[in-house]
């Protein structure tokens, strides 16, 4: 049982490339959600989904996409990376109340 | 919305003392309000919630109050250890169950 699952923990990436971060829970949670954190500015809600095929879009969703094809995966997907993308993304899962969280995925964008 | 704010950015408070971190919020539909420790390099922790019908609800060594006259949370710790440093962030679910966490209040215990 490991919970809530982030890959990659680190990449960077230069401007204008894509890639993929996977967010993977064993815990059958209904609602999975992608927040990033910069330093100073708290955790922002990037998207979220409430149930597998659903998306639903957060407080900073330009730049990103998603998608929750199974209830166990949440993909957050940079079509097109740009500099402000820079920041740690976190993962969360859960139902109603309290969210488990994975530990985090660093991105650099030259 | 579901903005929430907090009052003080950065609390110092002395071993063994008892800290109070406090919260604004603007739902007033929320039927619940939780609160999350984040340690450095770590992802957010659960640490206690409370639902809208309740005043007032005791953890281990936490309290938390909730005045909905004047939306306001807060979290008390009794006897602050160093363990404790940490960011503290007070969440107030919106509709959807869309929840957003605020810029958070940065706990720094001294020795």
């Known amino acids: 049982n490991a919970g809530v699952t982030q890959t990659p923990k680190f990449r960077v990436l230069k401007t204008g490339q894509s890639m993929t971060l996977l967010c993977a829970q064993d815990m059958n949670h209904e609602y999975m959600y992608w927040y990033r954190q910069d330093p100073g500015m708290g955790l922002r809600l990037i998207h979220y989904?409430?149930?597998?095929?659903?998306?639903a879009k957060g407080e900073v969703p330009d730049g990103y996409n998603v998608s929750r094809l199974k209830k166990q995966n949440f993909l957050l997907g940079l079509e097109s990376a740009a500099p402000s993308q820079t920041s740690v993304y976190f993962c969360?899962?859960?139902?109603?109340?309290?969210?488990?969280f994975g530990e985090g995925s660093r991105l650099t964008v030259l | 919305g579901e903005s929430v704010g907090l009052h003080l950015p950065t609390l110092s408070v002395q071993e063994g003392d008892n800290s109070i971190i406090n919260c604004a919020y603007s739902?007033?539909?929320?039927?619940?309000f939780i609160w999350y420790k984040q340690e450095s390099g770590k992802g957010p922790q659960f640490i206690i919630d409370i639902r809208s019908n309740m005043d007032k609800r005791q953890g281990q060594r936490v309290t938390v109050l909730l005045n909905k006259t004047v939306k306001h949370l807060s979290l008390q710790i009794a006897a602050t250890q160093p363990g404790d440093s940490a960011v503290y962030f007070c969440v107030a679910p919106g509709g959807g169950n869309k929840l957003t966490f605020g810029t958070g209040t940065q706990l720094k215990v001294e020795l």
């Open positions: 989904s409430v149930g597998e095929g659903t998306t």
């Open positions: 739902n007033s539909a929320s039927d619940y």
């Open positions: 969360a899962g859960g139902g109603t109340g309290e969210l488990f």
